[in-house]
T-cell receptor, first 115, second 111 residues
Framework: NAGVTQTPKFQVLKTGQSMTLQCAQD?????MYWYRQDPGMGLRLIYY???????DKGEVPNGYNVSRLNKREFSLRLESAAPSQTSVYFC??????????????FGEGSWLTVV | QKEVEQNSGPLSVPEGAIASLNCTYS??????FFWYRQYSGKSPELIMS????GDKEDGRFTAQLNKASQYVSLLIRDSQPSDSATYLC???????????FGAGTRLAVHP
């Protein structure tokens, strides 16, 4: 059981380039999330999707777009990468809503460096 | 004021001791509380969740919740070097489908 799978694991981008982080889960979960983690700042929510076809902004959505392609897949796109977007990105999923006590499971992370 | 606050540490404890990790939160509408463990270079993994006031025990781990004082804590008994990691406190607000994380407390258990 793979759980939450993210690709790529490592990526170096030049300022202004675009890229898409891919995420897929095989747990038949309804909710999916994208977080970023920076030193000393913990995990911050970028976007989330409560169900297929819906997406909502989190705490730090600027500079990002998302697509909930189907129930399994939730992608994160950087249209014009900036050095401030250098971070570790985690995709996560949960069976139901976080405020209903559902556990959120994380992927292994994607290390992105923008130079 | 940050929504979820943790002491960044490091918290250093000897092997076999009790490690006490604390977390405070600002929103009284907070409904569900989680402790995640994160090893360096790895993803967070759930240790415990707690929803009601009081204590919840799972093996060497005990989570404690006090909604009136707006804090949640994690006790690790008989600490082992393998417990050395960053511990993240996370809170879910009622009506919001998301977890808000603290910055984490780094725990170091020395032999």
């Amino acid at each position: 059981n793979a759980g939450v799978t993210q690709t790529p694991k490592f990526q170096v981008l030049k300022t202004g380039q675009s890229m898409t982080l891919q995420c897929a889960q095989d747990m038949n979960h309804n909710s999916m999330y994208w977080y970023r983690q920076d030193p000393g700042m913990g995990l911050r929510l970028i976007y989330y999707s409560a169900s297929e076809g819906t997406t909502d902004k989190g705490e730090v959505p600027n500079g990002y777009n998302v697509s909930r392609l189907n129930k399994r897949e939730f992608s994160l796109r950087l249209e014009s990468a900036a050095p401030s977007q250098t971070s570790v990105y985690f995709c996560a999923s949960s069976e139901g809503r976080a405020d209903s006590g559902n556990t959120i499971y994380f992927g292994e992370g994607s290390w992105l460096t923008v130079v | 004021q940050k929504e979820v606050e943790q002491n960044s540490g490091p918290l250093s404890v000897p092997e076999g001791a009790i490690a006490s990790l604390n977390c405070t939160y600002s929103d009284r509408g907070s409904q569900s509380f989680f402790w995640y463990r994160q090893y360096s270079g790895k993803s967070p993994e759930l240790i415990m969740s707690i929803y009601s006031n009081g204590d919840k025990e799972d093996g060497r781990f005990t989570a404690q919740l006090n909604k009136a004082s707006q804090y949640v804590s994690l006790l690790i008994r008989d600490s082992q070097p393998s417990d050395s990691a960053t511990y993240l406190c996370a809170v879910a607000l009622w009506g919001y489908n998301k977890l808000i994380f603290g910055a984490g407390t780094r725990l170091a258990v020395h032999p």
